[in-house]
């Protein structure tokens, strides 16, 4: 894959340098130039328009995105790949924690599933408001949608 | 009591510093970028951090990278930023007040988003001085995720190639530089490195001085989960102060007061204990406001409002009132005309009228009108006492107060009640007086302190424990063994000889000790090994990378140059001792723009790149 006028244009290139580059990084809906006032001497390659990979829509594509299109190619049962390295699930069972204060939980309150040590915790948490009970939950991912 | 908790409040207070960032100053290249070969340009590409700088050959390398900043752009607010677009870095000063308007070029620990990818780099180039025309003239040494996926790759190839134009790039990891660093460099070395950083731990084994990418194996978590916990930690635990416990004060108590517990459950116990609580807890205060629960308003603004509501209400009643009377007056002397027929004789008009009224006979007539003439003098007399009464009003009304109780927040022996104590003054709303009496009785700087005891070992804690924050992965111990299972014992054996701790989340005091109880409880008995921590754990990437570069310039099998760019795709990559392995698999190149903007059509992409690799 050849680019002849590269270097042409290169060259060519002079202050305006960064309009260009602005051009080549945004999408094709985004056109609206944004002249940079570099005062530097251009060391940045005038864009020929350039090659701007995956930019059919004007977003970029995020980590899971990219990741699922990475699946579908062509890999050998070996091959170390972005999701072949993430860590496997525990095996041995989580110690339980108090939600409060950390220590070592032997008693979880049934009316909001959260997890105390001693009772003076347990009466502190009867008394939180709902949306700190919600937000102990949610920060052990245990918040359940069946009620 | 009263005398220990004085003394008491006042160890373990520490305030927050807030640091801002100084702006980078643009610096001149200097003789050193200017060789007679052209230098190299070292980038730890971090998602926490940036760090770039010159690998300069000569006597004297230079100490530090010249560049760190933190990976992430802002806006400018409302345009007022004399225009100069998105600002990086630490141009941005204190990053709190842009918190939701910053953006990284990072997706855990890839960049996806190569336009801000290209602002980082932009501003790397300018404040490091590079000052070639049309390009930037000097080999580039790159840091990668572990197994990068090749789209990424290939994005930031072209980003190197087709805008900067550099010659050559070499792309590694970070960990692996950091190793390279660390170890005598005419060894070919075997370990295992434990790379924890500010979004994910990786373990990574090298055997015969090479990845052994098959065996890696990467935890998601790292500062900013640890950052994150410990601040809905601190909301939930004060919700009086959420807006004061932001991101940027996590993540100084992480780094300055927290620490690794060896034995986890131990540590708890001891924490239990009040005295050690008392000893170890750490009260960060946080500067003083006088937004008190959340009321915007002093109590004297309060006061205001509430009269200026009263007044209005009065006024609206005495209008009414008056209306109403005047209505009624009406009505009355219409009923005292028809009354007046009725004594005049004129008995057909009078019972026409009465018909009219709807009314039976005269005496009705009679007690209607003596009805509606009581309520007239009653409202008029209102009416005046109105009138009176509301110039006394507004002297002196005063909004009702409630009466509350004012808690002293006394440290009490009881164990966590200390934990509980900062909530309960907070639950006494402030005491609503005329302005011009005393304040509040309760102590204002334990109200603005943030007690942080468990949490300091709680929130590093969560790579050892994941299923803390409710992750499923298992965590650093149970992953390192997992790993060395892969491995015939006598390689096992070989890898745990040469344990190395890297990444700026390793440097939790200790973090050293845990590792080596970790490695002690999983491997045979009487067997030995050895952990080290990197002698700088952040920048030793940086450094790592700078040997290699200046131990590799002249070797041309490692670097990627423009032609193998062109020949070989954006995902190519040449293998050395720090870079990821190498698959070689080809993308579809995406379309160019100008073939999309000739072709106006987006289904051409994939044919035109298909058709474009051929030739």
């Given at each position: ?66 990741l699922a299109?990475e ?32 220590l ?31 937000g102990y ?11 | ?67 760190q ?52 780099l ?9 000052s ?49 660093h ?70 100084e108590?992480l ?18 204990c009040?005295?050690y ?20 308003l ?9 009269q ?20 009624d ?25 009465l ?21 007239v ?19 002196d009304?005063?909004?009702e ?35 011009a ?6 102590n ?44 015939p ?13 890297t ?5 939790y ?8 109880k ?8 009487q ?9 700088n ?25 423009r ?7 954006g ?9 990821n ?17 000739q072709?106006?059509?987006k ?7 298909g ?5």
């Open positions: 894959m050849v680019k002849p006028d590269v270097q042409g244009i290169s060259m060519d290139g002079v202050s305006e340098n960064k309009m260009v580059p602005s051009d080549f990084s945004t999408g094709p809906m985004e056109k609206a130039a944004k002249p940079l006032p570099f005062k530097d001497p251009n060391f940045v390659h005038s864009g020929h328009g350039g090659a701007v990979a995956g930019k059919k829509n004007r977003t970029w594509k995020n980590l899971k995105q990219i299109s699946r579908a190619l062509p890999w050998q049962l070996n091959d170390p790949n972005y999701f072949s390295i993430d860590a496997p699930p525990s095996f041995k069972p989580a110690k339980k924690y108090s939600d409060v204060s950390g070592l939980a032997n008693y979880t309150d049934p009316q909001s599933k959260l997890r105390f040590s001693t009772i003076e915790e347990f009466s502190y948490i009867r008394r939180l408001p709902s949306d700190v009970v919600t939950l949610a920060l052990r991912k245990a918040t359940s949608i069946v009620p | 009591m009263a005398a220990a908790t004085a003394a008491g409040l006042a160890t373990n207070v520490f305030p927050f510093r807030d640091a801002r960032a100084a702006p980078d100053p643009v610096l001149e290249a200097g003789p050193v970028a200017h060789g007679s070969l052209p230098v190299p340009l070292v980038l730890d590409n971090g998602s926490f951090q940036a760090r770039a700088g010159w690998a300069c050959p000569g006597p004297d390398p230079g100490p530090e990278p010249r560049l900043f933190r990976a992430v752009c802002a806006r400018g607010r409302g345009g007022a930023r004399g225009g100069a677009g998105p600002q990086v870095g630490n141009a941005l000063g204190s990053l709190e007040p842009l918190r939701w308007m910053l953006r990284s070029p990072f997706d855990r620990n890839v960049p996806v988003n190569l336009e801000l990818q290209e602002l980082l932009d501003y790397s180039f300018q404040h490091l001085g590079v070639s025309q049309g390009c930037v003239d000097h080999p580039i040494v790159l840091t990668e995720a572990v197994c990068t996926p090749l789209y990424s790759r290939q994005m930031m190839s072209e980003l190197l190639f087709e805008c900067y134009g550099i010659p050559k790039v070499a792309y590694g990891i970070d960990s692996l530089f950091s190793f390279y660390n170890n005598p460099k005419n060894m070919i070395s075997s370990g295992l490195i434990i790379s924890s950083g500010y979004q994910c731990t990786h373990i990574l084994p090298i055997l015969e001085g090479r990845l052994d990418a098959r065996n890696c194996k990467r935890i998601n978590l790292g500062g900013s989960q640890a950052a994150g916990y410990l601040q809905r930690l601190l909301q939930l635990k004060y919700p009086g102060h959420l807006a004061a416990i932001t991101l940027s004060r996590m993540e108590i780094h300055e007061h927290s620490y690794i517990a060896e034995d986890y459950v131990e540590e708890l116990q001891k924490w239990r009040p005295d609580y008392e000893n170890n807890v750490h009260k960060m205060q946080l500067p003083f406001s006088s937004k008190l629960l959340g009321s915007t002093t109590s004297e603004e309060k006061q205001e409002r509430r200026q509501q009263l007044r209005r209400l009065q006024e609206l009643n005495a209008r009414r009132r008056e209306e109403k009377l005047q209505l007056q009406e009505r009355l002397d219409r009923l005292l005309y028809v009354q007046e027929l009725l004594e005049d004789g004129q008995m057909d008009q009078f019972h026409k009228a018909i009219e009224l709807n009314m039976d006979s005269p005496e009705e007539l009679q007690s209607y009108i003596q009805k509606l003439s009581a309520a003098e009653q409202a008029k007399q209102k009416i005046l006492q109105a009138e009176v009464s509301l110039e006394v009003d507004v002297v009304s005063k909004p107060t409630p009466d509350l109780e004012q808690l002293e927040p006394s440290l009490e022996d009881v164990e966590n009640i200390n934990d509980f104590e900062p909530l309960f003054s907070e639950e006494t709303p402030e005491v609503e007086k005329p302005v009496t005393v304040q509040p009785v309760f204002l700087a334990a109200y603005h302190q943030l007690f942080v005891g468990t949490e300091r070992i709680r929130a590093p804690e969560i790579i050892f424990q994941p299923s803390l924050i409710g992750e499923e992965q298992a965590g650093i111990a149970e992953t390192l063994q997992y790993i060395l299972d892969r491995y014992k006598d390689v096992q054996e070989l890898l745990v000889q040469n344990v190395l701790l990444g700026g989340n390793m440097m005091p200790g973090m050293k000790v845990r590792i080596e970790e490695l002690l409880e999983m491997r045979p008995f067997s030995s090994f050895q952990v080290q921590l990197a002698a754990p952040v920048l030793d990437a940086w450094y790592g990378a700078r040997d290699w570069a200046l131990d590799h310039l002249d070797n041309e099998d490692v670097w990627i140059t032609k193998d760019y062109e020949e070989k795709g995902g190519y990559l040449r293998e050395h001792c720090a870079s392995v190498y698959v070689p698999i080809r993308l579809p190149k995406q379309a160019s723009r100008s073939a999309e903007a072709a106006s059509g289904g051409s992409g994939a044919s035109g790149g058709a474009g690799e051929q030739a």
